[in-house]
């Protein structure tokens, strides 16, 4: 490291070895975050990039679509009656999730989340926010799990307890794809929260070294 004088006060600049030798420990780190874990099973990002990791981040966009279509075709079959409301409802919630990752798949979130570059993460890294950001985004998904773990619960309780859906295979099938469907879409709103969290630290850090790198006497 070496040592930058920069308004009456004393900065350490870290030398690119140490800053590539950092961010790879980071990065390590960071496959097995809370955060990571979420992005990656819901496929939002790839875990490698090898063709194993996006066949399986195909295969979960394909699982979606799947779960869409077999709830639409539950709709269909059934005349009226809560039953109908109820695959309606699946119906509708599987068109969310599955507009929602291809939303994030047309604007290639995984360019700068995903394990190529991962840009988002070597930018914290390098102005020393990573740590933060990584703390902000855990507590963030202990919220998103808590709803979606309520959420779940709650439709389960309607499917097999309300007589939503008759106790049968096919409601155990039914709320199978609540969960998840209802998943997908809180790990997007996760995604999003991530994200923005990032954002968060990156304006605010940038405010700070604006104004700290200022000279007061001019």
């Given at each position: ?46 875990a ?47 068109l ?11 604007q ?22 990573h ?88």
């Open positions: 490291a070496s040592r930058v004088r920069s308004g009456g006060r004393t900065a350490y600049t870290k030398s690119e070895e140490e800053m590539q030798a950092e961010f790879s420990r980071v990065q390590e780190d960071a496959k097995w975050s809370v955060s990571n874990l979420i992005l990656v099973i819901s496929g939002i990002v790839p490698e990039t090898g063709v194993l990791s996006r066949a399986y981040r195909d295969t979960a966009f394909l699982t979606v679509v799947s779960a869409l279509v077999g709830a639409a075709y539950l709709a269909t079959e059934l005349p009226s009656g809560s039953d109908l409301f109820c695959h309606m409802l699946l119906a509708c919630t599987g969310g999730a599955l507009a929602g990752l291809a939303s994030l798949r047309l290639r979130v995984h360019e700068f989340l995903g394990p190529h570059e991962r840009p988002l993460e070597s930018y914290a890294c390098a102005f020393g926010f740590a933060k950001w990584h703390k902000m985004s855990s507590r963030c998904s202990a919220l998103v799990l808590a709803m979606w773990a309520m959420s779940s619960a709650c439709q389960a309780v309607m499917n097999l307890h309300f007589g939503c859906v008759q106790a049968s295979k096919a409601s155990i099938l039914t709320c199978g794809m609540n969960i998840l469907l209802t998943g997908v879409i809180y790990a997007v709103i996760f995604c999003k929260m991530h994200i923005c969290c990032a954002l968060q630290l990156a304006v605010d850090h940038f405010c700070m070294r604006f104004f700290e790198d200022q000279n007061p006497a001019t």
